[in-house]
């Protein structure tokens, strides 16, 4: 039984690996979208530095949990 929790612990964290990796990449595509539309590149930089924050804090919640 424990194996099992295990073995589903580890593929729910690859799950939400992917998804966080997912959400970065839209985000790239959604910066360059915007750059295209006229924002600057320091805006656009800071617009992903706040879109990033809550992916990252994510990502160290899930290694936290791994410990």
Do not use: F, H
């Amino acid at each position: 039984m424990k194996k099992l929790q295990s073995d589903r612990s580890l593929y729910n964290r690859k799950i939400i690996s992917l998804l966080l990796v997912l959400k970065i990449l839209l985000i790239g595509i959604k910066a360059e979208n915007r750059i295209q539309q006229g924002d600057t590149p320091i805006e656009v930089l800071i617009w992903m530095i706040n879109q990033c924050i809550p992916v990252l804090q994510k990502a160290g919640n899930l290694e936290d949990k791994k410990k």
